[in-house]
C-alpha cells in the first residue's frame, strides 16, 4: 500500500504560481518503481489528467503544455507541479496518483493509477 499526501494548494491571482507537493509514504515500496501523475477536477467535471512522470519521462495535457511542469525528489519519496501562468480555468482539486512502474508509456487516465492522494484546493481569480 502506498499512502500520498498532497500540500501546496491555495489561492492565486492569474498569471501567479503555485508548487504543489506529494508525499508518498508505505509499508514496502520503493517510490524510484512508482509511476506518478496529476490530475485535477473542477466543480460539476470530470477528473482530468494534468501531467505524469514515468523514470525521467514526462508527459503533459496540452491545456498545461508550456506552464505546469512535474519533477520528482526520490530521495524524498515526492513529486511536485510546478503550475506557472495560472488562469482562472485551472481552479481545480488537484490529486496526485501512483501507479506501480510497469514500463515507459503514456498513463493520462484515471482507471490507470492504484493509489490516490486526498486532493489539495487550488483556486485562481481573475
Known amino acids: 500500500q502506498v499512502q500520498l499526501v498532497e500540500s501546496g494548494g491555495g489561492l492565486v491571482q492569474a498569471g501567479g504560481s503555485l508548487r504543489l507537493s506529494c508525499a508518498a509514504s508505505g509499508r514496502a515500496f520503493s517510490f524510484v518503481l512508482l509511476t506518478m501523475g496529476w490530475f485535477r477536477q473542477a466543480p460539476g467535471k470530470e477528473r482530468e489528467f494534468v501531467a505524469g512522470?514515468?523514470?525521467?519521462?514526462?508527459y503533459y495535457s496540452d491545456s498545461v503544455k508550456g506552464r505546469f511542469t512535474i519533477s520528482r525528489d526520490n530521495a524524498k519519496n515526492t513529486v511536485y507541479l510546478q503550475m506557472n501562468s495560472l488562469k482562472p480555468e485551472d481552479t481545480a482539486v488537484y490529486y496526485c496518483a501512483a501507479r506501480p512502474y510497469s514500463g515507459t508509456g503514456y498513463y493520462n487516465r484515471a482507471s490507470q493509477y492504484d493509489y490516490w492522494g486526498q486532493g489539495t484546493q487550488v483556486t485562481v481569480s481573475s
Open positions: 512522470r514515468t523514470g525521467s519521462n514526462t
